[in-house]
């Protein structure tokens, strides 16, 4: 039959019917719903015959129904995120954090190892009063071509009203590169595709660790690092440093190995582990013990990374001599290099001459006109060192490259013996005297008689220095600066260029035109840096400046003065010229690099168009630590001249650069208008609130309208989110035993030079956890721990989202916590006396029988404990009020599904009777049984017709003879 229809959405059918006696008739109704809404209505039935006075619209039954649509939560980061970060913009999240970006919409999946895989879980709600089925996916961005390195699990959630349950995204990079995906969670069905669907992107990289050498920087002909060690006498060590720089985005470990045994070098083998972007330095020594050339190859080998295997190649020669230079001023240990000096200076360097043989040496060194070495000439004991200084003075200007100033060497015999080797005689007091006559002269002694043993090999000295006089180039004679306005500075960089083979130090003043070196007080011109040190045939820039106070027009020179200047050569001298004019007002604002450098494209100015801002712009710069604080900025405006003018801040362009702004920022003028006064200064006061971090801008203009003046300024406000993090912000108390307290530490850090306040909302911890303290602040730079207590009341699966939340902070920062409670499920059973098991129970009255025992003889009872938890447990056993009952074990410990069986022996010594006797059976942190032993001692239960009985006399037993006999019974 047709439905009759109800208002509201409601259908009853069968809509009429026949009912004969004694029947039922079953009508039924269907609800229609509309989206989202309540209805009410009114069934009607009708019954023929009967009084039509008595509710003449028929029997009424009214009708109520709602309608909900099936939503998920799709704002409500924290909660999606809990078990992660949220952060407000990409790029706020540490490197080694996964973390969702709200303003980009954007789940970051941190670097991860190429091989590896890595799975996070999100939290779907279902937010409303039905059931819902949940669709999961993802996909690639329309339009992309590429691997799909994410996948979901489940592809579907079947979710209860209210409640939640968790979706599992697995990051699984097939090659090195970025990924990014897209995740749909879809409610089936969904009426409201709003509150139905919940969408962002996924990004995730696969790396490899990088690690490439620093140093050392040559190379071999293959193109391998080199590591050449200086020749180096046996016996002697030499060590030199391998740096290397971790060049990934993933931390690195690396091992190194020898491609042979290493002989004479040896290095850290140690594994080491290199953070991105950081270097670390190993030190490889050389120490031969034969003279001989030495090669190696170092290995390096990066964990996770079998492609990176560098190899650098350690070359090194060891020698054998009777002599040796030691002690040099740098690392050759054959050469000395004096460097640039002025024609006309000196310069002295020291070494040591060594004599390793077993006879004295006498060492004469090579006359040059231009080096001097002291003593030139002298006698070396054996197995001594004598120190010896070699000094570079030339009178024009000359140029030596490994010039050759060696020993020639005698092994020798000294005829009187009474000289001791370490005073043995050298020319050193009269060297001196020839090279300084300024010093008092010296009687020469005479050199001890000697015997040359044999001429050894000359030793080699290289020697490279080079003396010049000082020529330069300057780039003009005169700097004329533009027009400059009052408490406005111009900037002139000046070339200054040396053009001889040495370095040159110029030393600059300001003076005025009769050469009277003026106070930096005295003059608008300054001169940056007031000496100038150049390098051998390289250009460095003066810069010179003019910072008028007053109008003036001054004319002032700047003078240098240039050591060991060559004769045709003036001392640089140059004429500055400037002129300053009064401006209307001057604005006491640092120099800023924002407009040209610094600013984003992508942001609008104040017309609402991108591109670049009117380069006469002023910038006003204020940083913030934090949102939702207001952060003061003070604008000093001087009124240089004596006349006072009004003046009128007004916003640029107000709602054109960014329909957002407001809702990102607010900035505010406190000083919109006022009079300055002639010769005053004036303070204008801004104020700047970001309600999340970022870059924001406002334009303002700055006009004076009866001098025509107009000043676009843009305040730039940068507010950054406060590096306040937990270093922990996962915890696992794993399984604890119900209404037991573990505890952990975590640390609640601060980066930043700022105290910040927090707090932990107590209603929001839930039962079972608690945190200590639950507020307070947190000192600059300084860790502040927080401890996590756990208490599990029920035995189930615990989660904890606790937000702490940070003053400042857009997010509070989430510390998730996880744990299990349980509870010990033993299970006691005990054999009876009739062969059967029977179940204890604590606090029962029930008992162990052991009925009667003979006396000396001994009964067991066998006690059973089977663990039918899913932990393993400790048992202990005790017995008290008798010494006639023992056990076999006194604790035992019962792993998960397995049983151990304890064996009560009773062995009473003479008659008696168990009162008062207890088993106490405790599991440990679970259960406690007291079990009552009953049993008894006694005689054996027989009776003699004698007790005793005489033979009398008996005759010694023969064969065939009859035995004396007496029966008892």
Sequence with gaps: ADPKRVRGGFAGAPGWGVGGGGRTAKIVVDYSADSGS??????????????????????????????????????????????????????????????????????????????????????????????TTVNLSVGLKKGVKDELAFEVRPAKLSIPAQEAAFVTVVFNPPSVKAYSAVFDAVVDKAANAKAGQLTFELRGEATLPLVSVHQPAARTKL????????????????TLPIVLSNDGIVPATVRWEASSPPGPFAFDDRVRTIEPGQTH??????????????SQELRIKVQDNEFDNSVIVCQADSFVSDFTLDDMPSDDFDAL????????????????????SATAVRFESKAHSDFFFVPSLGQIGAGSAKKISLTFRSSEPRAFKDVDLGFKLHKIQLLDETFLPAVLWDNGAVAAHALDRTLPPVRALAEPAYRVLEECAPLELKVTASSDYARYECGTSLIQFKSTPMFQTRVFALPFKNTCNASIECSWAITDEEGLVL?????????????????????????????????????????????????????????????????????????????????????????????????????????????????????????????????????????????????????????????????????????????????????WRFRVGSHGVDVPFV????????????????????????????????????????????KIDRAKLGHGIDVQPLAGTLLPESHTPLTVLFTPDQERKFTFHVPVIVSRKMHAIALNIKGEGHTNHELLEVDGTDGTQSRLTAGSEQRIEFGSVQINDTRTRTLTVRNEGEFAFDVSFKIKGSAYVSLDQQVVTVPKGESKPVRLLFKPPKVSSLTDTKLIVQVSNGNKYVVPLVGAG?????????NAHDFGPCFVLLPGQVLCVAAIA
């Design 519 to 699: 106070a930096a007080a005295e003059t608008p011109y300054a001169v940056s840096p007031p000496v100038t040190v150049v390098p051998p045939q390289q250009t460095v820039n003066v810069t010179v400046s003019f910072s008028p106070q007053e109008v003036e027009q001054l004319r002032h020179r700047l003078v240098g003065k240039v050591a060991n200047l060559h004769p045709s050569l003036k001392q640089p001298s140059i004429e500055i010229q400037g002129t300053s004019s009064r401006p209307l007002c001057h604005f006491e604002l640092p120099d800023s690099d924002y407009i040209q450098v610094r600013r984003s494209p992508e942001l609008r100015g104040p017309d609402g168009r991108l591109g670049a801002l009117n380069p006469a712009t002023r910038v006003i710069e204020i940083r913030a630590v934090g949102v939702k604080q207001k952060i003061l900025s003070k604008l000093v405006v001087l009124n240089p001249t004596n006349i006072s003018y009004d003046f009128e801040w007004l916003r640029d362009g107000d709602g054109a650069a960014d329909p957002v702004a407001k809702d990102t920022a607010q900035f505010k003028c406190h000083t919109t208008s006022g009079t300055l006064v002639g010769g005053k200064k004036f303070e204008m006061v801004f104020d700047y609130e970001a309600f999340e971090p970022g870059v924001h801008e406002s334009f």
């Design 223 to 238: 193109g391998q690092p080199l590591l050449a060690f200086r020749r180096l006498l046996v016996g002697r060590s030499h």
């Design 938 to 946: 006694k005689n054996p239960e027989l009776s003699f017709s004698f």
């Design 281 to 294: 330095t190993y030190d490889v020594s050389f120490a031969p013990t034969e003279p001989k050339s030495f």
């Design 715 to 758: 305040l730039v406000g940068q507010c950054d989110e406060p590096d306040v993090f937990i270093d922990r912000p996962h915890l696992n108390f794993e399984a604890l035993l119900v209404k037991h307290t573990r505890q952990d530490v975590v640390q609640l850090v601060n980066k930043e030079k700022l105290p910040f306040a927090f």
């Design 337 to 356: 290099r004096f460097g640039d000096i002025a024609v006309g200076s000196s310069k002295t360097l020291s070494f040591s001459l060594s004599n390793h």
């Design 38 to 131: 309540q209805s009410l209505g009114t069934l009607g039935i009708d019954i023929s015959d009967r009084d039509p006075a008595d509710q003449p619209a028929g029997i009424a039954y009214e009708l109520a129904g709602e309608s909900c649509v099936a939503s998920i939560a799709t704002s409500d980061f924290g909660s999606i995120f809990e078990l992660q970060t949220v952060v407000a913009r990409l790029g706020l999240a540490t490197s080694n954090a996964n973390a969702f970006a709200v303003h980009d919409k954007v789940f970051q999946f941190c670097p991860l190892i190429l091989g590896g895989k890595m799975e996070e879980r999100f939290k779907i709600t279902n937010t409303s009063k039905v059931p």
